[in-house]
């Protein structure tokens, strides 16, 4: 199998290559990268993996590679190749204590046939030797669970009928290669995907770790389409337990009105489906002072559920602010105290209401001359 490296990283891989011959260890790419080889796409991210332990292997190495860092929990190591991390991972088997959870690793340095049980789809599932022949390197693709063929037929298949519960963030990730890929799940796949959604135990769920893998999917530029199918079939309740309120047409407006680039603490936001009541607001210094102290993504999701106008009225008036401050008065000779505040408070208002009466700073010192002469 031929393969197309560019020099530098060709001369990295050999380096890694040659000291796997010399430790009598086995090294692949794998994962991803694989994929993408197969599909004809480019790929960023490059995953090796030692069949065996990889800290081991690349603390034995240390003079050719520069390790960024090891962690001990997955016997993993990232390093440092030109401007790039290349992960080195160590062949092994897992167990997921509870719903959702991060895998526990069982052993390290397992044959690939057995790290091949812990992966997500067969697509991604794939691995390729690499063989340090002559000071020249081979390749041999791997494939132990029909991934090549679920590739050639589009279609997104797990592992064993437990992997969904296991990990039921693999659903999202699915979702994210549907709609990159324009693959599908396989008909079983469906049915564990309904299965898993329909008898989900909440106790001891990683909810912060599902709620992370929802935000990723979910700031790809297929967002929309995610989201949508994480309505349409009820995946939103690998999270939570009540359906949320979805209003489409509002989604749209809200979008455009602020011109929301990524999506996914919005989308995120309406799943969680939280209560918001509305901010009172008595005149236009109430809407700026009350709306300016909270984010943008608090804002999005106010309008969306308590439809707001005081909100068009702050978006208007949202980056006004005084040209003078405090110290400028008191040159003015004005006195210290609360009549600063105050004047300064009328002065703010003044303006949001009449901005294009103060276009400079001496627009405003004129305001302040004229409706508090200075005795």
């Not at 050999?14 to 790929?43: E, L, P, S, W």
């Not at 401007?83 to 062949?91: G, L, P, R, V």
């Not at 296991?166 to 995907?193: A, E, N, V």
């Amino acid at each position: 199998m031929k393969i197309n490296l560019d020099n530098n990283l060709y001369d990295f891989i050999k380096t890694i290559a040659k000291n796997a011959r010399k430790q009598n260890k086995r090294v692949f790419f794998v994962g991803g990268c694989v994929r993408d080889y197969i599909m004809h796409k480019v790929t960023k991210d490059i995953d090796l993996i030692i069949e065996g332990n990889a800290i081991d292997f690349c603390k034995n190495l240390e003079d050719e590679i520069e390790i960024k860092s090891i962690h001990k929990d997955f016997a993993t190591v990232k390093v440092f190749y030109q401007n790039q991390i290349i992960d080195i991972a160590s062949t092994r088997t897992e167990t997921y204590p509870h719903f959702g959870s991060l895998p526990k690793v069982k052993n390290i340095g397992v044959l690939i046939k057995d790290d091949v049980k812990r992966r997500d789809f067969t697509i991604n599932s794939l691995y390729i030797e690499i063989k340090y022949k002559n000071d020249s390197l081979d390749f041999e693709l791997i494939d132990l669970v029909k991934g090549i063929d679920d590739i050639n037929k589009k279609t997104l298949r797990v592992l064993h009928e437990k992997s969904y519960q296991d990990d039921p963030t693999r659903i999202l990730r699915g979702l994210d290669f549907k709609y990159r890929f324009g693959f599908d799940f396989s008909l079983d796949d469906k049915k564990l995907i309904k299965e898993t959604i329909k008898n989900i135990n909440f106790d001891n769920s990683s909810k912060d770790r599902i709620k992370n893998v929802f935000l990723k999917v979910l700031s790809t530029k297929n967002a929309d389409y995610i989201f949508k199918d994480i309505i349409d079939n009820k995946i939103y309740k690998i999270l939570f337990k009540n359906k949320p309120l979805v209003d489409y047409k509002k989604i749209d407006e809200i979008i455009e009105k602020f011109k929301l680039k990524d999506k996914s603490k919005f989308y995120f936001d309406i799943l969680q489906n939280e209560d918001i009541e509305i901010i009172p607001c008595n005149n236009i210094l109430d809407i700026y002072n009350n709306f300016s102290k909270k984010d943008i993504n608090f804002l999005i999701y106010y309008y969306y559920k308590t439809n707001d106008k005081n909100i068009n009225t702050y978006l208007k008036i949202k980056d006004i602010k005084l040209k003078i401050k405090g110290k400028d008065l008191i040159n003015l000779n004005y006195p210290k105290g609360k009549c600063i505040g105050e004047i300064l408070k009328n002065l703010l208002s003044e303006k949001l209401k009449q901005q294009e009466l103060f276009k400079t700073k001496k627009d405003e010192i004129n305001w302040v001359l004229n409706n508090y002469p200075i005795l």
